[in-house]
């Protein structure tokens, strides 16, 4: 989605404002441009151009043909209006000396810009952005008000989700910021001052942070940032430091991002598990869900999006397992539409690597709304999902920059896993031999880990095999299942290559008639005690002509080989373990692959990072 960088202080913005921008590149975007303000001369300049930063970039050669102190920066994810020069950003008035960057969608701007149309205001642009520079214009020319006080009455009128960046000829020296349900963040540092999308664009100048809420404004300039609440009255913020190194944040050798995440999965798993683990029994230290409203629950809701998504649906049969409580796995963006049947005695946990994916947080919202309590697994420290939940458990994968998640996903996987064990014992559901069969394979996962990543080798060939074909089935029953399901998305978003993930028994429901002479079958059978029935599922499918390769553990590996055309192995653990190992050849399968096809793999077509827009 849409990246916002911004510098106001003593050096020359462009080149600042050009390097933020590479460092959100990650997200996903179509276009890129650059407002600068020049304080001596009243002047605004702006240049932006479709495609890649670099156009941009070697458009203005570094920056260096744009100067000035104060200016702000965008790469566009386009929603309204297709990816061109007029519809990137920043969006001007009519006069040009007022500049705008925008996240998110202001859903009332047919009716404003209809407005400013009849009062004679010419549009440029297709997006809804311009429509906040023409109004802040329309403001100060009609109300004769100040800039801030012109933003405020904009703000008053305008609907949606937004996080933007303002700069005005007028005002040199000064950006206002503003945010409503799309993420923005303030940095703040000896004789400049910054705002960004997220930490990753500011944090080689800065770790000193302010996490501005829901409708709260800002106003930075070289000397230090003024906060202001919803309704304009001045307010302090806290000022929170990050302990992301920048080195987290890039490709130290690695060809990919993906690749390095992939990599780094041992190490995140390390920082997930350890700290949580004391002489055998899972210790929360910071959770602080009240014992008695846990042992009330009747029910859990898993509410996210994507690979989180798929996070919630292995989980689902992880905690019915340990804590025989009902649970129920919801998209996110279909939460808040199906009236959900949710009480006070409902714990709804939000699963979201960035903190900050749209429709994860309106489900937390109307989570709440309905009584319910919020625990959040939350990588992203201090995003705007993890400050409104109840309780978060943070995942600690470091900073991930690869649009397809890796480390995210499992160290998700993780924290819920120790989550399961925890509520188990609490709740007196789990046997003392599961616990501490659970305990110890988590203890053990990272090692584990590193043994499968280090037979990388047979995944390349598995994939130099395969990577031609158009269409993939991935078969598997429960956590099998759940595993497929992350196994297919990792593969499509990627190497473009049509995937499903089905629960195996289903396949004979219809899908099966897709099964011809050489289609590709991924059969995933780590489960042991479902090792039977995934064997079948092989035969059932190699019966129609699939070519098989198969995923299970080395114990099972020989009876597997009898079946499948390929066999991939991963130790033997314990169950709550071996989704979090089986899907790291599935991770390595998509990766190859996609290198094999030539694709772009760390910013696949179409994807964004963080969706912020519903
Ligand atoms: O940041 P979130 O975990 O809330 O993101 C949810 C999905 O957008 C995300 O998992 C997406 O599916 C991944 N890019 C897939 O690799």
Known sequence: MCGIVGYVGREQAAPILLEGLSRLEYRGYDSAGVAVCSAGEGRLEVAKAKGRLKILSDMLHGGADIS????????????HGAPSDVNSHPQVSRSGRIAVVHNGIIENYAELKAFLKEQGIPFASETDTEVVAQLIEYFLETDKVGLLEAVGRVLRRIEGAYALGIVSADVPGQIIAVRKDSPLILGQGQDFHMLASDVTAIIQHTRDVIYLEDGELAVLTTEGIQCYSQLMVPIEKKVSHVDWEIDAAEKGGYEHFMFKEIMEQPDALRRAISPRIAEGQVVLEDFHLDEAYLKSLEKIYIVACGSSYHVGMVEKYIFERLLRIPVEVALASEFR??????????????ISQSGETLDSMAALREAKRLGAKVLSVVNVVGSSIARESDQVLYTWAGPEIAVATTKGYSTQL?????????????LGTVSQETYDQGVAALEALPEQ??????????????????FNHNSVFF?????????????????????YIHSEAYASGELKHGTISLIEEGTLVIALGTCGRLFDKAMSNVAEVRSRGADVLALTTESRQEDMAHAASGVITIP????????SLGVVPLQLFAYYVALMRGCDIDKPRNLAKSVTVE
């Open 449 to 466: 880990m590193e043994r499968v990543l280090e037979r990388r080798e047979d995944i390349q060939y598995y994939a130099s095999q395969y």
């Open 68 to 79: 000035g102190t104060t200016g702000i920066g965008h790469t566009r994810w386009a929603t």
């Open 414 to 426: 993780a924290v819920l896993d120790l989550l399961a064990l925890y509520l188990g014992r609490l």
């Open 475 to 495: 078969i598997g029953r429960n956590l099998d299942y759940a595993m497929g399901l992350e196994g297919s998305l990792k593969l499509k978003e990627i190497s």
């Open 337 to 350: 539409y199906m009236e959900p049947i949710v009480t006070q005695r409902t714990l709804v946990v939000v």
């Open 572 to 579: 033997d653990a314990a169950e709550i373990a071996l989704p």
